[in-house]
């Protein structure tokens, strides 16, 4: 059976105070109705249908690579007129899931439990039993049955001791919809079309609804202020960590972490306080990330050590690396196995190779590095000549003094050695010395000084 959403996203969101409309203010950096998009595409519907309002233009702006039919209701006349809206675009046949931009955490399992306890009786909605009902619709039930939804403004002394609420979701045959919606009245105490009546409606006609309730209560939780978004925000985050840490992650305070988007690890993680993870990110096996890191559609292999405060975009690491504090790695930096990168050292578009190292206060940009070549505290490549970007390329077990400027294009040779304090401006042949005050000095088959062993 074909399955269509229907997704309420018309709502103005006045209690917000923002200029942004409702439906994209973010949760966990993607936008309410974002996370609502996601749903649908996990349950494969064959039509997603959105019906916009207020900060619409912005809203089909925002999601205008996402497979939409987009449906307006220029009068906000409540959730039946905007379902009614759908009509001339919503399909006669299958079954339709009715939910809602401001609600964006009900999980997918959830909806296919109702989409399959729909399919019989053509209507079925989650309900929840909540501590203090006030404020929603009640699920008026007789025999176990559910015979009626009275919104509270509507609902007698006694009905509003009832605790199963309304949540507002609902699976309905288009069929059904077509049939029902042109019926609605708003002869109620708002003076709107109630989607509710869609229930007596049924009811009349002898179908039992379906109802189910979900897993977690703030799948169904909805947003309308500052507030209720913080709480949803921090309620996702403690799921998201409980979810990491059943897999064996190490958090060493879930309180004090956040997921927006998604994560991937191997065994033995350590994740250590107020970090963030960001788009697609994938850990190893004994990956330790440090305090107050952020890392955003980064892959880190195994055994790499990230230290406290290091912020990563895009980057690819190796295994056995050494990275931090303070370290900003951009995108399209690509480090191999075994490498060390320092304190204040930023790497964009730029590959490092095995056991190279630069250790301190170091900018490459625009690189290729070999293997085991160092490279001294303040050296940058200076990889912008104000119209265009340059390449600089530093071979094998080359040796850049520290306060370096390697001004690109430049090739540095194999075994290479630059003095400190040197602007290079032309290439420094293999196994020789470089150094450059006013001008360039070389020494051919300089002997580096070497280690005791």
Request: hydrophobic share 40%; charged share 20%.
């Amino acid at each position: 059976m074909t399955t269509t959403v229907i997704i309420l996203a018309a709502g103005k969101g006045t209690r917000m105070k923002s200029a942004l409309p409702k439906v994209l203010q973010p949760l966990a950096n993607t936008p309410l109705l974002g996370h609502v998009f996601e749903t649908a595409k996990k349950l494969n519907a064959q039509r997603l249908i959105t019906i916009y309002g207020h900060g619409g233009e912005l809203v089909k702006q925002t999601f205008v690579d996402e497979n939409i039919d987009w449906v307006e209701q220029a009068e906000q006349l409540g959730t039946g007129h905007a379902v009614q809206m759908t009509l001339p675009v919503l399909p006669q046949d299958g079954l339709s899931l009715i939910l809602y931009g401001d609600v964006p955490l009900v999980m997918p399992e959830t909806l296919q439990r109702l989409l399959d306890e729909s399919i019989h009786s053509g209507i079925g909605m989650i309900t929840l039993d909540v501590a203090d009902p006030t404020g929603y619709g009640r699920i008026v039930r007789q025999d176990g049955k559910v015979q009626a939804i009275v919104e509270h403004k509507d609902a007698s002394a006694a009905q509003r001791q009832i605790t199963e609420i309304n949540t507002g979701i609902y699976c309905v045959s288009n069929a059904k919809l077509h049939q029902w919606l042109p019926k609605l009245s708003s002869n109620n105490a708002q003076g709107e079309y109630y989607l509710t009546d869609i229930v007596a409606m049924a009811v009349s006609e002898g179908l039992e609804i379906a109802s189910i309730t979900p897993e977690f209560a703030f799948e169904v939780e909805g947003v309308n202020d500052r507030l209720q978004l913080a709480n949803l925000e921090r309620e996702w985050q403690r799921y998201q960590a409980q979810q990491l840490m059943r897999q064996g992650v190490h958090l060493i305070d879930p309180n004090r972490f956040d997921l927006r988007g998604t994560l991937s690890c191997g065994q033995d993680v350590i994740i250590d306080i107020n970090v963030i993870i960001e788009g697609d990110c994938e850990l190893g096996d004994n990956v330790k990330i440090g305090a107050g890191c952020v890392l955003k559609n980064t892959t880190i292999a195994a055994g790499t050590i990230v230290q406290p405060y290091s912020v990563f975009d895009s980057a690819i690491v190796g295994q056995n690396n050494q990275i931090g504090p303070f370290a900003r790695l951009r995108p399209q930096a690509i480090l191999a196995d075994e490498v060390h990168i320092g304190n204040f050292v930023e790497v964009k578009n730029t590959r490092i190779g095995h056991a190279s190292k630069a250790n301190h206060f170091t900018y490459l940009g625009d690189a290729e590095i070999g293997t085991e070549s160092n490279i001294g505290a303040g050296t940058i490549t200076c990889n912008y000549d104000g119209a265009n970007k340059h390449k600089t390329i530093i071979g094998n077990q080359a040796f850049i003094g520290s306060n370096s400027s390697l001004v690109a294009p430049v090739h540095i040779g194999d075994g290479a050695t630059v003095g400190a304090g040197s602007v290079i401006t032309r290439d420094v042949e293999n196994n020789s010395l470089a150094f450059e005050r006013s001008t360039q000095l070389s020494k051919a088959n300089y002997q580096r000084p070497q280690k005791q062993k």
